[in-house]
Structures are given as structure tokens and as C-alpha cells.
């Protein structure tokens, strides 16, 4: 649609890189201006902003570089006469639709800087106010998770793949939305809608992990010389799609040029308490351009000071005594015992005083300690169930008598085994007996009533011939010896 009355006379352009035209102006003076055109004609496809109604608008001869030629500011325009005219934009001629959705560019990937926000571009749609431009925000799977009318959504919190459509419609021909939850290959607008809308065309992006350290300090709070290592692992970011991506490391505690690879636990260390307990390090994510920095002063706060940890053997059981010179937020101490100082199980558990900067004293009788050389631990638990060990001690019980074969009969080995051997009285012997691969072949376990002599008779007549490994143990003692059957 023509104006009624255009403004004809041409403007001088000798300058190369700028075009001659006219421009249509709201004022006199043209400081609001809706449109350029070249011939002086003015179309209104729904976009100019303008009424249809006669009204009184001014054109001016203009110049304006080439690239500033779709734009409407006024000082990117030179301005020549000024000539006011009532002019009057003719109605469209019969069911005549000029929505315009435009394009929508979107990056590739969201979250990986805990952006707060998902936002994107739109050109080239029409943005008169008797419009309307709305976006869907979907799954991969097309069920639509948010509608809004500006080109921005609420951040996203779950990893995956995700896609944005859009429409423009006429706003007295609207058209029905869908809701959120439905999916958007069901959203068919209204054929009596005026509307521009392409459901192939879908922006594709992805939202990752935010970029994060995860990092424990661990001490070493001796009073000499007191330490700390540092145990970090990267998460997020781009590697969160690609698992090839690393990430670059700075800063006091990491090496030069270190290379961290997501989701893998490295340890820096051990740095003097006293010197470097200030520490610091920079992970970056060069393919997005991403940083996560991290500080930390590393403290050694201990919840128990140990002071001595000692046992006697007496004729109740096997009595444990130990103390404390500061406690924080001690629950107290399971008491393990071993029969080796390597497998511990908990046998008891002594309660704590909690908070205390003074020394406390305890004690605790193992009655059921059996005889033979013992081993013995506390393991302190305080209240956010950490575990902090003390030093281990040994205890000998009863006789020590050593464990040793005697003699194996018949040699070689017949269908029948007998095993002489010596160890401590009433208390149970392993005895097993493997083949030349290490493996298991018979295995029993037998409590002996002498120290001096023991016999246990074991079945082989199923066992074929070939070289074999007797083994006798019996707390944390232990002695092989060989045998063949033929």
C-alpha cells in the first residue's frame, strides 16, 4: 500500500558508500523517524507503526550510509527539505496476512557458567504492536516446558538437549496456545488465525553441568610440623557432552601447565601449615570461556588431641587406658581389636566427654579377649561422623606358645592326612591346604586342646595326585609346609 501523496524530488548523493532517499517522519523536525525508502514510496506491510487513518506525517529528503540503511536513528541520517503532507495508508485489499516470525539464533550451550538465564536473538519478525511474537521452550522430545513472549527463559538445571519454536500472529486474529506439558508437535494454529509459523524450524542448544571444584582438605596436625594436602576434582562445564574436553589448572598449589581431566580426583601436597596455608587455584574451560576460581586457608582443627594409649593384660581381660587433652564435638571412641594390626572389628564403644580443653582420662576392659597376641585401636567419631584413628598397640595373652608343624603322615600323602603340629591350647587353628595354582582344595578349622602336640587327620582320597601346600594359622601366626601324592 502507497502513501496517498509522496514526496517526489530527488535527493543529490555524490558521496560513494552512502544512498539517497527519503524518510517518513511522526515530527517537523525529524527526530522520530518510522521509515526510509529510496523512491519515496512508503509501504505498510504491518510494520511501519503507523494508523491507516489520515494523519499528518513529514518526509525529507535524507542521506545515509549503506550500511545504516535499515536502521531508523535519526543521527545516522542526513537530512535535506522538509515537506509535511496528510497522509493516508489505503486498508489492505481483501484477507491479506503480513506476520513475519523472523529467525531465532541460540547458543550452543547453556548452564556451563551458572548463567541464570537462557537468552537468544530474533531478527527479521514483525514487531508492530498489532502482533504478537511467542517462543516455546521444549525438550528434545518436544513436551514444552515454558512460554514466553520475550526472547529470554528461567535457567535450566537438568543436563540435555533442548529447543526453542516461535510464532507471530495478528493480534485480532489470534491464535490458541498450548499449555505447558503438552508437546509442540500437537500445536496446529487456528486456519482462521493470521499467523507465520514453521514447526521444522526448531533452535537447538544444550544445558550442562555449571563449571565447579569440588575440593577436601586433609591435614596432618602433628605439632612439629604440622601439613596439609589438598584433594580436588573438576566437574561440569563443556566436558559434561564431550568427555574429551580438560580443563587448564592455575595457581598456588597446582603445577605449571596441569591439565585437569573432569571427574577425576587429584591430590597437591603435602604444603607446610605454617607457611602455606593460604591457597589458591583457577580452573578455565577454554572452549567456552569459562572460569571457576577457588580460595582457601587451610586450618588444623582436630576434634581430639591424643595423649597416651596404653593396655595391660590382668586376669578380667585385656584392660585399655587412654586420654585426651582438648576435645570438640566428640561423640567417642569404638574400641577395635585385631588378630593381625591389619583386619579390625569393634568390640565396645566408650562415650566422650563432647567439649572439653582439659584432660580426660579412659579406660576400657576387654573380658572376652581371648588368648594370644592382640591388637588394639580406638577410632574416635565426632558429630558429623568423621572418624579419626588412634595409634594401634598389641597386648600378648596366655602362653606363647609358636605355632610349628610336627609332622605330616603318610609321605607321600595317601588317602588319609595326618597333620602333627604345636600352637596355642584351646584356641582354634586354621588349616587349609592349596594346589600349586593357589588354589583352595580343603579347608578346616579345629581348636587343639595340647600346646605340645596336636593331630588332625583330613580326607584326600578325593583329591588327585599332583605337589600341595599345607597352612596352619592361628592369631596372626602362621607356618606352610609341602606334600606330594601320588
Known amino acids: 500500500m502507497a502513501v496517498e501523496a509522496s514526496y517526489t524530488t530527488d535527493p543529490s548523493v555524490s558521496t560513494p558508500g552512502y544512498v539517497g532517499g527519503f524518510v517518513l ?25 503507523v494508523d491507516y487513518a489520515p494523519v499528518e506525517y513529514y ?54 557458567c551458572g548463567a541464570e538465564s537462557i537468552s537468544f536473538e530474533v531478527s527479521d519478525y514483525n514487531a508492530n504492536s498489532n502482533f504478537t511474537q511467542t517462543y516455546f521452550l521444549t525438550r528434545a522430545d518436544g513436551t514444552i516446558l515454558e512460554i514466553a513472549n520475550g526472547n ?17 500472529y495478528a493480534n485480532d486474529a489470534p491464535v490458541t496456545m498450548p499449555f505447558p506439558g503438552t508437546n509442540i508437535a500437537d500445536f496446529v494454529p487456528d486456519d ?6 514453521d514447526p521444522s524450524s526448531c533452535a537447538n542448544f544444550n544445558v550442562v553441568l555449571p563449571l565447579t571444584i569440588a575440593y577436601e582438605e586433609i591435614y596432618s596436625c602433628n605439632v612439629s610440623s604440622p601439613s596439609f594436602n589438598v584433594a580436588l ?54 572452549e567456552l570461556g569459562c572460569d571457576q576460581a577457588l580460595a582457601s586457608v587451610a586450618q588444623c582443627t582436630v576434634p581430639v588431641t ?83 584413628y588412634s595409634e594401634v ?28 603340629y604345636q600352637a596355642i591350647p584351646d584356641q582354634p587353628v586354621d588349616v587349609a591346604i592349596y594346589n600349586t595354582l593357589g588354589q583352595l582344595i580343603k579347608q578346616q578349622r579345629v581348636v587343639n586342646s595340647s600346646s605340645e602336640l596336636n593331630q588332625l587327620t583330613i580326607d584326600m582320597s578325593n583329591v588327585a595326585a599332583g605337589v600341595y601346600f599345607i597352612q596352619i594359622s592361628q592369631f596372626g601366626q602362621q607356618q606352610t609346609t609341602k606334600a606330594v601324592k601320588e
Not at 27 to 37: G, K, L, N
Not at 192 to 197: I, K, L, Q, R, T
Open 393 to 420: 598397640i598389641n597386648l600378648q595373652r596366655g602362653a606363647t606358645t609358636e605355632l610349628a608343624f610336627i609332622n605330616i603322615a603318610p609321605v607321600p600323602i595317601a588317602d588319609q592326612l595326618s597333620i602333627y
Open 233 to 286: 576434582k573438576v566437574l561440569g562445564g563443556a566436558a559434561t557432552l564431550d568427555s574429551d574436553i580438560t580443563y587448564s589448572l592455575e595457581g598456588s598449589i597446582a603445577p605449571e601447565g596441569f591439565v585437569a581431566t573432569p571427574g577425576v580426583t587429584y591430590t597437591f601436597g603435602p604444603f607446610d601449615l605454617v607457611s602455606s596455608a593460604d591457597w589458591n587455584v583457577n580452573l578455565t574451560d577454554a
Open 59 to 112: 518526509i525529507s529528503t535524507a542521506v545515509v550510509l549503506a550500511a545504516d540503511i535499515s536502521n531508523t536513528d535519526a543521527d545516522c541520517f542526513k537530512l535535506g527539505e522538509t515537506a509535511a503532507s496528510t497522509v493516508e495508508f489505503l486498508e489492505p485489499e481483501g484477507d491479506v496476512c503480513v506476520a513475519a516470525a523472523g529467525n531465532v539464533s541460540v547458543g550452543d550451550l547453556f548452564g556451563h
Open 152 to 168: 529470554e527463559f528461567d535457567a535450566l538445571n537438568i543436563v540435555g538437549q533442548y529447543c526453542i519454536y516461535w510464532i507471530n
Open 25 to 49: 517522519c511522526a515530527d517537523a523536525d525529524c527526530t522520530e523517524i518510522i521509515a526510509f525508502s529510496t523512491d519515496g514510496v512508503f509501504i505498510h506491510d504491518g510494520t511501519l507503526g
Open 192 to 197: 482462521n488465525a493470521c499467523f507465520d509459523y
Open 306 to 388: 591424643w595423649l597416651e594409649f596404653d593396655g595391660e593384660v590382668l586376669a578380667d581381660g585385656n584392660e585399655l587406658s587412654w586420654g585426651t587433652a582438648t576435645e570438640t564435638d566428640n561423640i567417642g571412641f569404638h574400641i577395635e581389636r585385631s588378630w593381625d594390626g591389619i583386619n579390625f572389628e569393634r568390640i565396645g564403644f566408650v562415650q566422650g566427654v563432647g567439649n572439653s580443653q582439659t584432660v580426660q582420662n579412659y579406660t576400657y576392659l576387654d573380658t572376652n579377649a581371648p588368648m594370644g597376641l592382640l591388637y588394639y585401636r580406638l577410632a574416635q567419631v565426632d558429630n558429623d561422623g568423621k572418624l579419626d
